[in-house]
């Protein structure tokens, strides 16, 4: 086998020392591995390594693509999947690319080969260039998140690997990066038929868990549970274990509802953020565009509401704490759809139009006097875009049908219907017609003139 690393002309020395170091390892670590490929002989040429290794049968990825394993079948084969990460813990080393390709057989016997991104646990550090190595479908959430791999990130690996070979398929479905980042960090994965024994299902929950620490702390109480699994139990003990299998189940779904929770809940506090840096940009650059014609603009704030000031007139924009409570079903509905391709993206928006471009926040525009009488003039809303997972500021101002007067709504009744504030879509109100426009200097500069005229009448 021919590896060539794809690092920095500087870093290559390093990488490939550290590769020659850990199968130097494990080719020396003689009888006391049985489950691991040794290399017959490994060494490199400039920029290339080259490693002698036994020809194999075949290969589980190949295995599972031509059949389906039986049950126990299965379970010896795990098994000895097992015993090989077992004895990669042992020598310090974490195997970091678990997946059936790499599990090689060799008559009845299955070994795990190629090492080419494990890494020695004994060094303090590992060769940056590799952080990010690995196949997408068998990475647990903690490298999704860019934190050190562990010996239980091989157990995670490893539950995705026990779902294909007991179930014929990954837990998680397939589709884009960023789809399978989404299921790993958030989604339960799916559950084993019954015809697998509740240990063993009680296992693959446990070794799928998003919290590394909620993982078995070795292979040994994975090739405990594979290996109790082959005998059969009493009825007292089979209905026992059933329960318990449902029990983590239960758990493994409460906890990714709450990781669900907690993520939105961010998405919502940095869109939070987001829009209050845009607002201030949109009300700077307004200044800076109407100092041309007065060059005595200012734009003050008192770091609840923003205040540009033209002699006696103060426009004043004050961003409400109000948050629609569709908020975090927005940026819900946003992350399903980055999943989809275009054609699955139309049929899903289509049942889903409250949600394509719901106003997240809201606030007032009042004209106010150096003797501080208010008048209120529009309101702003942060209109939030599921596709492109963006929000920019729109400006809406309600006519009265009976009059031309343009009027703002206070919080208390915004959105006008008081049943709809969950969706805080502008809706008609009795006698009032929604004007709705982009929020930008030139709105703002149209609103600034009003009030400046206004003032002057």
Known sequence: ??????????EIDSELGREGDINALIQQSGSATTHLLKPKAFFHDRDRFYVVMQRADGSLEKELEARRFDLREGLGTLIQIAQGLQELQDLRIAYRDLKPANVLRFDDQWLLSDFGIARNLSTKTATKTFAQYGTSEYLPPEVWNGEPRTAKSDFYAFGVLLHEVLNGARPFPAGSLEAQRNHHLHTVPADLP??????????????????????????REIIEALTNARRPLSTGQAELAEAAAALDLKEANDEAVTANQRKHARRVDD??????????????????EASAGAPDIALTTDNAQWFL?????????????????LAPKAVEYA???????????????????????????AGIVYAAALNGEKKA???????????????SWVLQRYTQQRSAHMVGREMADYPPIEDQKNTARVVTYHDFITDSKQLNTESVLALLTEAVRDAAQ
Request: hydrophobic residues 35%; aromatic residues 8%.
């Open 271 to 288: 869109l939070r953020i987001q829009s209050q840096a845009d607002l201030e940009e949109i009300l700077r650059s307004s200044e800076e």
């Open 194 to 219: 019954d015809t697998v024994p509740p240990t063993v299902r009680r296992l693959a929950t446990r070794l799928l868990k998003k919290n590394p620490a909620e993982r078995p702390q070795d292979a």
């Open 377 to 391: 003039i529009a309101n702003i809303g942060y209109q939030f875009e599921a596709k492109t997972d963006r929000g």
């Open 335 to 361: 992350q399903e759809l980055s999943g989809l391709d275009g054609s699955r993206m139309s049929a899903f928006a289509y049942g889903n139009q409250a949600l394509q471009q719901p106003i997240l926040f």
């Open 1 to 10: 086998m021919e590896l060539s690393p794809s690092s920095a002309a500087s």
């Open 309 to 325: 000031r033209l002699g006696t007139v103060r426009l004043a924009f004050v961003p409400w704490p109000w948050t629609s409570g």
